[in-house]
């Protein structure tokens, strides 16, 4: 099975911030990886697929980037409703597997 | 609109079985991929399972193969996950959720998720 491994695991930044997460894969994977968010309490929903494509819909503040073994998810301006855990996919081979989750929170 | 509606959750002692539904509406079932996606309680998101759109191709995660079995209806439009041996590490919330393609790519809809319970 293909290990996922995101970091950091969570972190803290202010509204208008920076934030990079970042999710390495076990092993070449290309570019089959999927990025979601999940609100609390709430479903995920899909940011990014193909490792750097915006989801319809999803706000131009989220960019995606990597290949092969590293990737990362990059949220230009923070801002409150960005506060969710962020999870990356592969699709690259089955079982698909997921990261471990990085939640982000507001300060 | 495009919509994903689980039921069949609840509790169930270990080494027992349940078998979730997912309704969906709003687009045409036949042509999408379905998956079904868990998450225990104050953990991350685990995928269980994916059914292609012709129901000719699944797969399982490890944990659950060979004691679940995704299957759906075309003609009733729901997609289906049956779960035997249970056991406490299968606890959690159950989600269906819409591939964009007809086997897997990405999960672009879901549901909003059905609660099951493996607890004596």
């Known amino acids: 099975d293909i290990q996922m491994t995101q970091s950091p695991s969570s972190l803290s930044a202010s509204v208008g911030d920076r934030v990079t997460i970042t999710c390495q894969a076990s092993q070449n994977i290309n570019k089959d990886l999927n990025w979601y968010q999940q609100r609390p309490g709430k479903a995920p929903r899909l940011l990014i697929y193909?490792?750097?494509i915006l989801e319809r819909g999803v706000p131009s503040r989220f960019s995606g980037g990597g290949s092969g073994r590293q990737f990362s998810l990059t949220i230009s301006s923070l801002q409150p409703e960005d506060s969710a855990t962020y999870y990356c996919q592969q699709f690259d081979n089955v079982p698909l597997t997921f990261g471990g989750g990085t939640k982000v929170e507001i300060k | 609109q495009v919509q994903l509606v689980e039921s069949g959750g609840g509790v169930v002692q270990p080494g027992g079985s349940l078998r979730l539904s997912c309704a969906a509406s709003?687009?045409?079932?036949?042509?999408?991929?379905m998956h079904w996606v868990r998450q225990a309680p104050g953990k991350g998101l685990e995928w269980v399972a994916v059914l292609s759109r012709d129901g000719d191709r699944e797969a399982y995660s490890g944990s659950v193969k060979g004691r679940f079995t995704i299957s759906k209806d075309n003609s009733k439009n729901t997609l289906f996950l049956q779960m035997n041996r249970l056991t406490r590490e299968d606890t959690g919330v159950y989600y269906c959720?819409?591939?964009?393609?007809?086997?897997?790519?990405?999960?672009?809809?879901w549901g909003t998720g059905t609660s099951v319970t493996v607890s004596s």
């Open positions: 959720a819409r591939d964009a393609a007809e086997y897997y790519y990405y999960i672009n809809v």
């Open positions: 193909d490792a750097s």
């Open positions: 709003g687009f045409d079932f036949r042509i999408f991929a």
